[in-house]
């Protein structure tokens, strides 16, 4: 460990956050930690966020003290003693304003006014926000955040019908909550199957169908025109003309990259915002990384940059981050994982390893889409790139050694035991 780095600030308090600084203290680093969050809360878990929270599972009526998310057990990354003994310098209800990496501090605002935090070595972990549709109409919601979800579950109490704009993990995890208390739902998706920058279509209109068979009405292939009624929506118009009455609708059209803190500070960004870094996750500015959401870093067996919105990488590349802080540049190791993600739907789980889009292979090697119990290999070029699987947790993941090293799409057949038809 270098001596320099005697105070390390880590700005967002997210999944990304926390791991980055369990990392550190496990690693052995004993100076100032100070952990930078613009939310009142501790860090929690955002999956549950459109699941049990929507749906009142998982509710804990002993609450979990002061200061935690009370009533919410499946949001708790950990426990309040584990927080507390990493002796971190939180600080939340703080946004970060701006970065000087001449003089290394990081401006933030907060309910004391304007302040600035020195470093020694900063992780940059702001992640990102929801993008919000163009209406001040009430009963139109995004979901990102704990007091974002608590906001539509209250809602969902008075029951009704929903609209849900955008198929993505998100929105569908919501269209399924919304059905599982009974409300009448309706998904709208511009793309022509849902999921269409995370799974082949072949995939998507498996997908498509799942919710069909859990009574959602699944318009595809049609965007928004816009959003009508007096003071609270009353309807939905959609592009081809026709509009779905409603008084509550969640939007999950994407998101915006909370990096605009950091333009004019000489760390580099990309054209989309995110923050490049190279294959330590570190950015152009020594001593600065960044992890999560907002990382885009190169990926030798993707040909190409990433950038990943996943609960795993999150942690994953919170703990690489930590390592190759501390390690400096001849003990860091490149952070190459193996993309993971999840959603749970209609009581079953999808799960994708590595990548399932683009794709110009796809081949069920084990169960069917009729049965709705599969994995299904994805490649492209030749190459395996990604293993999707439905209600099939334990075959799935028993391939994740196919994609931590180039493997050809014979091989990944082979290694299923799969034989093409000829």
């Known amino acids: 460990m270098r001596d320099t780095l005697n105070d390390i600030v880590i700005v967002g308090a997210g999944m990304a956050g926390l791991h980055t600084a ?16 613009e939310e009142a809360h501790r860090p929690y878990s955002r999956p549950p966020l459109s699941k049990e929270v929507l749906t009142g599972m998982g509710m804990d009526p002993s609450g979990g003290g002061p200061g935690w998310l009370v009533g919410h057990r499946a949001l708790r990354l950990r426990g309040e003693e584990a927080v507390d003994e990493l002796d971190l310098d939180f600080r939340p209800s703080s946004r970060a304003v701006g970065l000087d990496t001449d003089t290394r501090e990081v401006r933030v605002s907060g309910p004391g006014g304007t302040g600035t935090v020195r470093y020694d070595g900063l992780v940059i972990a702001t992640g990102a926000r929801a993008r919000r549709p163009d209406t001040g109409l009430a009963g139109v919601h995004v979901l990102r955040t704990l007091d974002d979800a608590e906001a539509v579950r209250a809602e969902f109490d008075s029951g009704g019908r929903l609209v849900v704009v955008g198929a993505g993990f998100v929105g569908a ?32 209109e498996v997908l498509t169908e799942l919710h069909r068979e859990n009574g959602v009405d699944v318009r595809l292939g049609v965007g928004v025109a816009g959003f009508e009624g007096r003071d609270r929506v009353e309807r939905v118009r959609l592009a081809d003309g026709s509009a779905v009455e409603t008084s509550l609708v969640v939007a999950g059209i994407g998101v915006h990259l909370n990096t605009e803190w950091l333009r004019g500070s000489g760390v ?32 030798p067996r993707y040909g190409g940059r990433i950038r990943l919105e996943h609960w795993t990488n999150a942690g994953e590349q ?50 069917s889409p009729e049965d709705r119990k599969f994995v299904a290999f994805l490649g492209r070029d030749g190459m395996l790139t990604g293993v999707l699987g439905l209600r099939s947790t334990p075959r799935t993941m028993r391939y994740r050694g196919l994609l931590e090293k180039p493997t050809t799409w014979d091989e990944a057949l082979e290694a299923a035991g799969f034989t093409p038809v000829r």
């Open 22 to 37: 369990e990392a550190l203290r496990e690693r052995g680093f004993e100076g100032r930690l100070t952990l930078v969050g």
């Open 318 to 367: 919170g703990e690489a981050a930590a390592h190759n802080l501390l390690a400096g540049e001849k003990g860091r190791t490149p952070f190459t994982p193996v993309p993971y993600f999840w959603s749970d739907q209609y009581k079953m789980k999808v799960q994708l390893l590595g990548q399932g889009a683009p794709a110009d292979r796809v081949t069920f090697v084990h169960g």
């Open 173 to 204: 995890e919501v269209a399924a909550s919304a059905r599982a208390v009974g409300m009448d739902v309706t998904l709208v998706e511009a793309a022509p199957t849902p999921l269409t920058r995370v799974v082949d279509p072949r995939i998507g």
């Open 268 to 299: 580099e960004l990309m054209a989309d915002g995110s923050v490049a870094c190279d294959e330590y996750s570190a950015t152009s500015v020594p001593n600065v990384y960044a992890v999560g959401d907002l990382a885009n870093w190169p990926h």
